[in-house]
Nanobody, 124 residues
């Protein structure tokens, strides 16, 4: 069992930056893939960025060049978000342990563990 807790959300103006953090606890001894998803009101949950257990990353086209996913260690995942846009407004979720590696970015249900989410609001 892995428990995930996100932090770092908030309200910013367009063009600003935020850094989301996700802390994992529980059974984190083995490498595992981790990702950030987001969900805006009335929309489906979408993959933002993923890192697999070999350190390979993949990003949604909408955030490439603006967002960076990183891991300090097995317990700490980050999402650096720069040049934020109003369309980035959503609840952001941390997810862990997909058997699909970076392909899991397109299949939220492939991730076994989820955090509660943190709200990001970008105003124009």
């Amino acid at each position: 069992q892995i428990y995930l807790t996100e932090s770092g959300g908030g309200s910013v103006q367009a063009g600003g930056s935020l850094r989301l953090s996700c802390r994992a606890s529980g059974y984190t001894d083995s490498p595992y893939s981790a990702a950030w998803f987001r969900q805006a009101p009335g929309k489906e949950r979408e993959g933002v960025a993923v890192v697999d257990d070999n350190g390979r990353t993949s990003y949604a086209d909408s955030v490439k060049g603006r967002f960076t996913i990183s891991q300090a260690d097995a317990n700490n995942l980050f999402l650096q978000m720069n040049d934020l846009k109003p369309e980035d407004t959503a609840t952001y979720y941390c997810a862990a342990d997909s058997g699909l590696g970076i392909a899991g970015l397109d299949i939220p249900t492939s991730f076994a563990y989820w955090g509660q989410g943190t709200q990001v609001t970008v105003s124009s």
